[in-house]
T-cell receptor
Framework: SQQGEEDPQALSIQEGENATMNCSYK?????LQWYRQNSGRGLVHLIL?????REKHSGRLRVTLDTSKKSSSLLITASRAADTASYFC???????????FGRGTSLIVHP | DTAVSQTPKYLVTQMGNDKSIKCEQN?????MYWYKQDSKKFLKIMFS???????INETVPNRFSPKSPDKAHLNLHINSLELGDSAVYFC?????????????FGPGTRLTVT
């Protein structure tokens, strides 16, 4: 089944730096979403980007989608310690809009 | 008010037992889901219900049986628990699983089978 793969698996940065996470997938998609999961919590939706969109912004978040390369990136600018979490991409394809999740990128932001 | 709630938050039980996890959403969503997250954080969908009807049933042992008494509730019953069932189980809901809507997740139930 369609599944995104996040890269890197883990990322450690200092507060104030930018964090970039990537997601690659294998087949054509309808939509791609990014979610955040704080330790011991459920996932929280961040951004949904459709296959005909190339870029979306939400506050300090910027998501790009390159369908020719079958990849997406999530950029968090001016990171804060509170951004420490795992970030997942999720894709849906074909006739199903139910997203399939990757394994996530674990981000640690040091104060 | 909690949008998607699950009970219990922690469940420790022995192999062979039967247990249930309850999920409720107060968002008025039509579609609800159960996911299993393993120790490596891989999140795999198990079931999806749209308006009380099963629309997805991934390759899950038939020891797992979802039950949806109404569209606000989706409970998960597990028979004859095995060690490999230990994981965190998440319930989620979305406005309509037949369209690209965001999912709202519950806090998770950590199941430990000993």
């Amino acid at each position: 089944s369609q599944q995104g793969e996040e890269d890197p698996q883990a990322l450690s940065i200092q507060e104030g730096e930018n964090a970039t996470m990537n997601c690659s997938y294998k087949t054509s998609i309808n939509n791609l979403q990014w979610y955040r999961q704080n330790s011991g919590r459920g996932l929280v939706h961040l951004i949904l980007i459709r296959s005909n969109e190339r870029e979306k912004h939400s506050g300090r978040l910027r998501v790009t989608l390159d369908t020719s390369k079958k990849s997406s990136s999530l950029l968090i600018t001016a990171s804060r310690a509170a951004d420490t979490a795992s970030y997942f991409c999720a894709t849906d394809a074909g006739g199903s809009y139910i997203p399939t999740f990757g394994r996530g990128t674990s981000l640690i932001v040091h104060p | 008010d909690t949008a998607v709630s699950q009970t219990p938050k922690y469940l420790v039980t022995q192999m062979g037992n039967d247990k249930s996890i309850k999920c409720e959403q107060n968002l008025g969503h039509d579609t609800m889901y159960w996911y299993k997250q393993d120790s490596k954080k891989f999140l795999k969908i198990m079931f999806s219900y749209n308006n009380k009807e099963l629309i997805i049933n991934e390759t899950v042992p038939n020891r797992f049986s979802p039950k949806s008494p109404d569209k606000a509730h989706l409970n998960l019953h597990i028979n004859s628990l095995e060690l490999g069932d230990s994981a965190v189980y998440f319930c989620a809901s979305s406005q309509d699983g037949r369209r690209p809507y965001e999912q709202y997740f519950g806090p998770g139930t950590r199941l430990t089978v000993t």
